[in-house]
């Protein structure tokens, strides 16, 4: 027989659309799509604007990182490259004025510093900031307030460096790669590369950081990389804009996976609307192909159309999908302009490729098992409907929908331990929530005996059709569930995110307080109503040797390591563990008088090779001390307190030299305390954060708008799933109101029995999805986020009740045509 | 058991239906011999239940027969699988059944073409339209099943049935949802197209009126033929 599968398919894709039979699935299919893309493009957008902010932290997109002069090669392959550079040189000398010396952190620039980002600057104490994207000009510095107010000199005087005189230009307020650790920093002069040689400051044995500040298009970055680190000097490294800061990177990473998420929930809940849809389309297609099959076409022929209209329907609805989602991301942008750069890159062309793909892998796995059914149907059934729609094989079911999601969510999570959490999760919940369903159908049932009128219609009819209510429910439970995770997500997890940084995070560090100035210092801030956090005792110590291994800089391949082990640590001992610190393996020490030992942050520990019973040595004021790891922490780098990557126990630091660290906030218009601070105690250093703050926070914000725009396709897609529960039944429902409407059921009661039945299917839905949700929040928060997370009461009252009124609302209004049909009029159509 | 007649276009031989239900076994048909010659108008007869609708199944070769065979064009049945079946159908069987079953995402014409395009037919288009001239739908091609009325579209299927001028059509009760007058144009349209495409008929009826105006009419009671 020769068949024309294509133009019989093509007929049949084209009036299924013009019939309306697609748009559900086409909904869900598209909303997938849309959603992936959206992110896709948005992330891609975000991510490199993200990564711009990182390069504002070190002023570059990249930089060569060395304790000696860097080779030319470099600069040359850079240039050649069509990247931006700058040189930066920066090392610690005495400046002098009339007052007498000053220690200052020296810092010796191209014009170009800074690539990225701006310093700010001042032209008195009293002045507004203005901001300049340029170094200082030949025989000019630019200096921190609190270095005119050590030397008391003003703007336009001269400061002498090294050999010569430069001229104070302007006060430098915040600059963008400040370079080095928080502490130590003595107040920073920025100055003009040209004019180093006449100071002579410069020796071959001097120490000095030399810094080769790159910038350019993310390819270029990305692509010298490599070249550089195979050409690394053994005292060089390289330091990406996202390695900037820990605190930084903590706030990406979150707001990544916090994206990751809401993609991946609308994703499954989007996979719930297709699998509906697609189970509504192949009751409706029934009759056609038993006609089809009475006609003469064979199975092969009918599973050859409907193979090839499903991948052109897929290959259509993806793509208008990658078109919303386009679009989704360019209206974020457009309404978000005030928010981000103007500049903000355009996103690559991949998400098409990962939206078409993930709307292909959703529909086999979801819509083929069903459709495949399709190919099945009696021929019979032309002339005898009572027998029914082929059953689609559960374990088909499971096993293709089950591997779609496996594919996408490893795919989409882009982290196993997420996946497997998330996988695990879909599944259990799945089973729990068909178990339960079935369950609570039961008890409909039982409830529908005992009572009367349309009370016992509407129970009834829940319990009547116990496949059809298990799908049904679990349509309006995923629904349900989706809006949930969405107030979880959006109110208690964005807030304990924004509450992880609050208002009042510290914004000052104090250091190099001395022991004799704790205490007058904690008089004088308390006299000042500053809340300080507690004042901790700080030493030095050169890490020299691990569970015997001598700790050598070279023998580390991850620069990080390399970089760690060539610092000195600042270490610190107490009794007890930081408030924001968690122990993840191991005890802290139970008081003071324990015998010598460490704790250790986990995620140097990890970089370093350190496991837990390891003997650490640390060169400590000219001789070591040494104990075993007692503990690993976990440390909230984001928090702002002050943190240490080792502790000790009291026994073991607790004679050593020691300075005193805290932190506080101050607000903007009580900063004149800092002044009278440093009077009252010279030596100390005020270490102003607040601009890095502000930049963390500015992530964070940004970050909780876009995870809410994300989250938006959730909530569309959960509104689908619950229509398509609604739908589900209407076929079986059109029948049933023909003949009880034909047996005298008035109106009104079947209207009432409508709504009892929806609204029952929706409070069990909703207590259901309520268990789920608060669930999930409560894992995803402990686990995935490492957020404190509360139980929510409202949730449950909104979940149970507000899903009862919607779904008994929704599905009484969405049947309620069947009711103004005139009876024959439906059981004809449905006969 | 006896072999088929050359001449035959359908034929039943000891045939027999019996299911297994949750009440226990029910005989549908018993030991029915049938034999059904080209271009003859058969007209069975019979009360609900009796029967006659799975006879028509089984004798279309939709269905399994518990026992007996059935032979389709000079084919038996049983030698055939799913696809074999469907194939022997294609363009040599037609269908005519009491809700008429036009698909009704399908315009008229696109209706009458699926059977066409199925088999591949060269011309299939002039061919669709001729057989909705044939039937008087020709202003109507363009409309959707729901768009017409009851008489109208099983006017579309019995165009649809004939189109590809197949040698046996079988109508389940082609008149049950029309009424009386509507129910006399379908008949005339259905003897009219048989006796011009020389077509076999098989009808399933319990309308007297409507039987008698076939070549030969046969009673089912209780699964057997009288």
Redesign the interface.
């Given at each position: 027989m020769t068949t024309q599968p294509w133009r019989i398919t093509l007929r049949l894709l084209r009036q299924d659309w013009r019939s309306g039979e697609l748009y559900l699935l086409s909904a869900a299919l598209i909303l997938t799509v849309a959603s992936i893309t959206a992110v896709g493009f948005f992330t891609d957008r975000v991510e490199a604007t993200m990564d711009r902010q990182g390069s504002e932290l070190i002023a570059a997109d990249l930089a060569v990182e060395s304790s000696s002069s860097l080779p030319d090669t470099f600069q040359a392959e850079s240039d050649r490259m069509g990247l931006v550079s700058a040189r930066t040189l920066e090392f610690r000398s005495v400046v002098v004025a009339d007052r007498g010396p000053q220690l200052v952190q020296i810092k010796a620039v191209d014009p170009a510093y800074p690539l990225r980002g701006q310093l700010r600057l001042r032209d008195g104490f009293d002045s507004p900031d203005r901001t300049i994207a340029a170094g200082p000009p030949a025989g000019e510095v630019w200096v921190e307030s609190r270095l005119l107010r050590l030397l008391d000199i003003g703007i336009g005087d001269p400061l002498g460096v090294g050999d010569t005189q430069l001229r104070i230009g302007a006060i430098l307020s915040d600059e963008p790669a400040q370079g080095g650790g928080f502490f130590n920093l003595a107040p920073r002069v920025l100055m003009n590369r040209t004019d180093l040689e006449a100071t002579q400051l410069i020796g071959p044995a001097s120490r000095v950081t030399h810094r080769l500040l790159l910038a350019g298009d993310a390819r270029t970055i990305a692509d010298i990389k490599p070249w550089l680190t195979a050409r690394l000097p053994p005292n060089a490294s390289l330091v990406d804009a996202r390695e900037a800061r820990p605190e930084f990177a903590a706030a990406v990473d979150r707001a990544a996976r916090f994206l990751r998420l809401a993609t991946l929930v609308t994703l499954l809940v989007a996979g719930a609307a297709i699998a509906l849809a697609s189970h509504r389309l192949v009751e409706r297609q029934t009759d056609a192909v038993a006609v089809m099959r009475c006609l003469g076409a064979p199975r092969h022929l009918l599973m050859r159309v409907f193979v090839l209209r499903l991948v052109l329907f897929g290959l259509i609805a993806s793509l208008l999908g990658c078109l919303l989602g386009w679009l989704g991301q360019a209206g974020l942008v457009a309404a978000l302009s005030g928010w981000f750069p103007s500049d903000l890159p355009s996103p690559s062309l991949a998400p098409i490729l990962v939206g078409v793909a993930t709307g292909m892998i959703a529909l086999l796995g979801f819509a083929v098992p069903p459709l495949v059914q399709l190919a099945k149907v009696s021929p019979l059934r032309a002339l005898r409907r009572d027998l029914g729609t082929p059953r689609t094989s559960a374990a088909l079911t499971l096993a293709a929908a089950g591997l779609a999601l496996s594919l996408l969510i490893f795919w989409q999570a882009d982290n196993f331990a997420l996946a497997w959490k998330l996988l695990a999760g879909v599944l259990g919940a799945l089973v729990s929530l068909i178990g339960a369903v079935l369950l609570l159908v039961r008890l409909a049932g039982g409830l529908a005996g005992r009572s009367r009128g349309v009370w016992r219609l509407g129970l009834a009819a829940l319990a009547r059709r116990p496949s059809g209510a298990v799908l049904q429910i679990a349509g309006f439970g995923i629904g349900i569930l989706a809006l949930l995770l969405l107030a979880v997500v959006r109110v208690d997890l964005l807030r304990a995110w924004q509450d992880s940084l609050p208002v009042n995070a510290p914004n000052y560090f104090l250091i190099n307080i001395q022991p004799h100035e704790v205490e007058p210092l904690r008089a004088f801030l308390r006299e000042r109503d500053i809340d300080e956090n507690e004042l901790y005792p700080m030493i030095r110590g050169r890490l020299i040797r691990i569970a015997g291994r001598e700790v050598k800089p070279t023998e580390y391949e991850n620069p990080r390591a390399e970089r760690l082990a060539t610092r000195e640590f600042n270490l610190s001992y107490g009794e007890k563990p930081q408030p924001d610190n968690r122990i993840v393996a191991g005890d802290w020490w139970p008081d003071a008088k324990a015998p010598p030992q460490f704790s250790v942050e986990q995620g140097i520990a990890e970089t370093l090779g350190i496991k837990l019973g390891d003997e650490l040595v640390f060169w400590v004021s000219g001789h070591e001390v040494s104990g075993p790891v007692t503990s690993l922490r976990e440390v909230k780098w984001d928090s702002f307190n002050v943190n240490f990557f080792v502790s000790a126990s009291p026994a073991l630091l607790g004679n050593e030299p020691a300075t005193f660290i805290t932190s506080f906030h101050l607000s903007a218009d009580r900063e004149s305390v800092i002044p009278e601070l440093t009077r009252r105690f010279p030596s100390v250093t005020p270490l102003d954060v607040d601009a890095i703050l502000k930049q963390v926070r500015q992530v964070i914000d940004r970050g909780v708008l876009a995870v809410e725009y994300v989250f938006l396709f959730t909530l569309i897609a959960g509104l689908l799933v619950m229509y398509a529960g609604i739908q589900a039944s209407l076929e079986d429902r059109r029948v049933e109101h023909g003949i009880l409407r034909t047996l005298g059921a008035g109106r009104r009661a079947l209207l009432s029995s409508l709504a009892v039945e929806f609204t029952a299917a929706g409070l069990l839905a909703g207590l259901l999805a309520s268990v789920f949700a608060e669930t999930t929040g409560w894992l995803l928060a402990e686990q995935l986020f490492e957020l404190e997370f509360s139980f929510n009461p409202t949730l449950w009252l909104i979940g149970v009740f507000g899903s009862g009124l919607l779904i008994g609302l929704a599905g009484t209004l969405a049947t309620y045509p069947l009711l103004i049909r005139p009876p024959l009029q439906t059981l004809r159509r449905a006969g | 058991m006896s072999a088929p007649t050359a001449q035959a276009v359908s034929q039943a031989i000891g045939l027999g239906k019996h299911v297994n239900g949750p009440a226990g076994g029910l005989t549908i048909l018993a030991g029915l011999d049938l034999e059904i010659g080209a271009g003859e108008a058969v007209a069975i007869l019979g009360a609900s239940g009796s029967g006659k609708?799975t006879l028509?199944?089984l004798l279309?070769g939709?269905?399994d027969a518990t026992a007996g065979e059935v032979w389709l064009c000079g084919q038996r049945i049983a030698d055939l699988d799913?696809?074999g079946r469907?194939?022997?159908?294609?363009?040599?069987?037609g269908?005519v059944?009491q809700?008429f079953?036009l698909?009704?995402?399908?315009t008229a014409r696109?209706n009458i073409?699926?059977?066409l395009?199925?088999?591949?037919t060269a011309g299939a288009v002039r061919r669709a339209d001729e057989a909705l001239e044939r039937v008087g739908l020709t202003a109507r091609a363009g409309h959707y099943p729901r768009q017409l009325s009851g008489g109208e579209q099983q006017r579309v299927a019995i165009a649809?049935a004939y189109a590809p001028r197949p040698a046996v059509l079988f109508a389940?009760e082609p008149t049950g949802?029309l009424d009386q007058v509507t129910g006399e144009h379908i008949i005339d349209l259905l003897l009219d197209l048989r006796r011009d495409a020389g077509a076999a008929l098989v009808l399933v009826t319990h309308d007297l009126r409507l039987a008698e105006r076939c070549d030969r009419r046969l009673a089912m009671e209780n699964g057997r033929l009288k």
């Open positions: - | 609708s028509l199944g279309a939709l269905d799913e696809d469907a194939e022997l159908r294609s363009g040599r069987v269908f059944f809700n079953q698909l009704p995402t399908l696109e073409l699926l059977p395009e199925l088999t591949g649809r389940d949802n």
